[in-house]
């Protein structure tokens, strides 16, 4: 039976244990691929290893493995070879690493905070800026491949709309921050609804907590959830429907629902001013290991744990019970994932889906350009939809003049429509004057009213006052 859900992982490429109770196939560093169910080797590619964050994962027929080496140069495998397909040199050392789900985008964190976005069909250095002051060590892309988040230690996240990165006059500003931590971030985790309508966003951070966000403007703290003193969270696992997320801080794993139950009829999401705080670790390890990658499974039904050690365990949910542990790699596990099979896939675990290696189209990979360049066309997906009905007034173009077609004709459609909305927005004005005027002729009124029921309250009290004194002058005056 072929394999369904495969399990991804990398060793680090800066430290290494022993090897001695190994088996002699995990004691070279390699990209692994297991069954999930089984825990069975499927493949591997051999001499790979990276540092966390410096992998990246595209799924697809035509995706592929891309880590940052010992050396900074970023290797690509491609699931339908057997050999790695290509060596790509960046200007700077990468410490962080993502590719879009699109296939389109590769996107790349330095030591020095500057971000760069490269096509990967053409190699062509699409945007360069420097949104940190501090390393950026973690980027997510959002599920749609138009949203890429950065974090760093500098404790701030920003996040950067893909359509505007490639603008050369949008000048890198970010479309939205989040900012609330106090220490520096050391993970991010995207949802599976998230992208430009919205969706949510967790940062985990030094300062032991880990914050959700809203993905809409203005980009709200929906709540934040606390780990016990002296614990860092180093890794976030969300759950793919959102309902609950699992944090690595050392070597205990804790668990956080995002809903509560208050009754057999109501079940509310968690939230508020209040931080949620963390009961006891649902797993723990010894001493002398730690967490280093977590992944969940695309359903949801495993949870998976790298060790330092190099082991990978795979638990049942929500029973937490361990059911495998792989031994991997000979040093700590860097990266974890999941993904569905790729058809491509060659070699191993029954074959990759009716072809051999020959039979497959490598990933097209070009050199990364190390500068960039102006007026040159970006090509971006439009989707499956009717040409017609994209026909474009104009042709994009980075960092060249807008040529607009139809120029005579869609100026003239222009100045009539700007002219409605000015005689739209004058119209609005006059309504808006009007109705504060009589807003404030009424409070007027209604304040002299009240002025005027005091004034009368008052001489009523004065001409009580001044009956009582004349009656007591009289009963003095009798007596």
């Known amino acids: ?64 493995v891309w880590a940052v080496g010992e050396k900074g140069v970023v290797g690509v495998w491609a699931w339908g070879k057997e050999q790695q397909v290509a060596k790509l040199h960046t200007q700077e050392k990468a410490c ?17 905070g500057h971000l760069y976005l490269w096509e990967i069909a053409s190699g062509q250095l699409v945007a360069s800026l420097t949104p940190h ?19 760093s230690p500098d404790a701030r996240a920003h996040v950067f709309l893909v359509a505007r990165l490639l603008d050369p006059a949008d000048e ?19 949802g599976r609804t998230a992208g430009v309508g919205g969706g949510r966003c967790w940062t985990a951070s030094e300062d032991g907590t880990v914050k959700m966000w809203s993905m809409h403007p203005p980009f709200d703290l929906l709540a934040t959830f606390a780990l016990p003193p002296a614990a860092v969270p180093a890794h976030l696992a969300v759950d793919p429907l959102e309902r609950f997320f699992y944090v690595a801080a ?8 995002m809903f509560v139950r208050r009754d057999e009829l109501r079940v509310e999401a968690v939230g508020g001013d209040a931080a949620v705080k963390a009961e006891s670790p649902v797993i723990s390890l010894d001493a002398s290991e730690t967490i280093t990658a977590l992944a969940l499974s695309l359903s949801a039904t495993h ?16 029973s937490h019970q361990r059911l495998h542990v792989v031994a991997a790699h000979p040093g700590p596990v860097a990266h974890l994932s999941t993904l569905p099979r790729p058809p491509t896939l060659v070699g191993g675990g029954g074959g990759g889906g009716g072809g051999g ?67 739209a927005l004058e119209r609005a004005v006059r309504v808006n004057e009007r109705m504060w005027a009589g807003v404030v002729e009424l409070k007027m009124d209604e304040y002299k009213a009240g002025e005027d029921v005091e004034m009368d309250a008052e001489s009523e009290d004065e001409a009580s006052e001044d009956e009582e004194e004349d009656e007591e002058d009289e009963e003095e005056d009798g007596e």
Not at 303 to 318: E, K, M, N, Q, R
């Open 303 to 318: 949870l998976l744990t790298g060790t330092s050690a190099g082991d990978i365990h795979v638990h049942a949910l929500p």
């Open 96 to 112: 962080a690493l993502a590719v879009s789900p699109n296939g389109l985008w590769l996107a790349a964190g330095s030591e020095t």
């Open 250 to 257: 050392g070597s205990r794993l804790f668990h956080f629902p």
């Open 172 to 190: 890198g500003r970010p479309y939205g921050t989040f900012g609330d931590h106090t220490l520096g971030i050391t993970a991010v985790a995207v």
């Open 357 to 423: 290696a020959a039979d497959w189209v490598a990933t097209d990979v070009r050199p990364l350009e190390r500068a960039r360049r102006s007026g040159t066309d970006v090509w971006a997906p439009l989707g499956t939809q009717d040409v017609d009905a994209l026909r474009p007034t104009r042709r994009v173009r980075a960092g060249a003049e807008l040529v607009p077609r139809d120029t005579h004709d869609d100026r003239a459609a222009l100045e009539a429509e700007n002219r409605k909305l000015r005689a």
């Open 1 to 64: 039976m072929v394999p369904v859900e495969l399990v991804l992982s990398l060793p680090s490429a800066s430290a290494s244990t022993s090897t001695a109770h190994r088996p002699a196939s995990s004691s070279t560093p390699a990209v692994h691929l297991h069954d999930l169910l089984t825990a069975a080797p499927v493949r591997q590619w051999k001499h790979a290893a990276a540092e966390r964050g410096a992998v990246a994962v595209c799924g697809g027929a035509h995706g592929g």
């Open 133 to 151: 002051y501090r390393a950026l060590t973690s980027l997510a892309f959002t599920p749609d491949s138009a949203v890429l988040v950065t974090a």
